[in-house]
């Protein structure tokens, strides 16, 4: 019913930048908070940045003053702009959007992920 896609991944040299989208699409009435979430091999997924519809954001400490999340409502699409990436970085990122289909009502949704690799 609702799909999220991502795209920007790739390998990347420490001290390089990427910019990650997630595009959703189906059936939506309204997206509530949209985020981004990684995953490195081994470890447990954990929330990078979120975003509210009214533009509110928050951040891991790790991240705060390298990543900027940010959304285009009108796309019902969101971004993770990565600066400064370091190797800790290196994980599967995963989209998630709380997405009302029809109200009352709403659920979590996640893409499929997209690697990035920070390596020298």
């Known amino acids: 019913q609702v799909q999220l896609v991502e795209s920007g991944g790739g390998l990347v040299q420490p001290g390089g930048s990427l910019r990650l989208s997630c595009a959703a699409s189906g059936k939506i009435f309204r997206i509530n908070a949209m985020g981004w979430y990684r995953q490195a091999p081994g470890k447990q997924r954990e929330l990078v940045a979120t975003i509210t519809s009214s533009g509110s954001t928050n951040y891991v400490d790790s991240a705060k003053g390298r990543f900027t999340i940010s959304r285009d409502n009108a796309k019902n699409t969101v971004y993770l702009q990565m600066n400064s990436l370091k190797p800790e970085d290196t994980a599967v990122y995963y989209c998630?959007?709380?997405?009302?289909?029809?109200?009352?009502?709403?659920?979590?949704?996640w893409g499929q992920g997209t690697q990035v690799t920070v390596s020298s």
């Open positions: 998630n959007a709380n997405v009302i289909t029809q109200v009352p009502g709403g659920r979590q949704y």
